[in-house]
């Protein structure tokens, strides 16, 4: 098992910008595919980005498209999200996430290590 730990969020404005860092540890990060996931109060955990072990394909839920990105520095064992023009409905503690899986996935039960989250605050 890879350990994660994501740093980067805090408190911003609509339209403001955020860069998020998933640093792994114990494992090379090359190994695995990654994505981002986010819960917010009340509601299921939710897919948000993923990337393949060479970066060489990134995938996205459409409610981010065209405003956030995820990219991979494998030497440096860290995944980032950026996002840009954030909205008040990104409020929601981020994850990012490791998996073995092949094929793009988009379930929270096809990623197998964790990080503990990071809060993103998006003010109106």
């Known amino acids: 098992q890879v350990q994660l730990v994501e740093s980067g969020g805090g408190l911003v404005q609509t339209g403001d910008s955020l860069r998020l860092s998933c640093a792994a540890s114990?494992?090379?990060?090359?190994?695995?595919?990654l994505g981002w996931f986010r819960q917010a109060p009340g509601k299921e955990r939710e897919f948000v980005a993923g990337i393949t072990r060479s970066g060489s394909r990134t995938y996205y839920a459409d409610s981010v498209k065209g405003r956030f990105t995820i990219s991979r520095d494998n030497a440096k064992n860290t995944v980032y999200l950026q996002m840009n023009s954030l909205k008040p409905e990104d409020t929601a503690v981020y994850y990012c996430?490791?998996?073995?899986?092949?094929?793009?996935?988009?379930?929270?039960?096809?990623?197998?290590?964790w990080g503990q989250g990071t809060q993103v605050t998006v003010s109106s």
């Open positions: 114990g494992r090379t990060l090359s190994d695995y595919g």
């Open positions: 996430a490791a998996t073995w899986k092949y094929g793009l996935p988009r379930e929270a039960t096809d990623f197998d290590s």
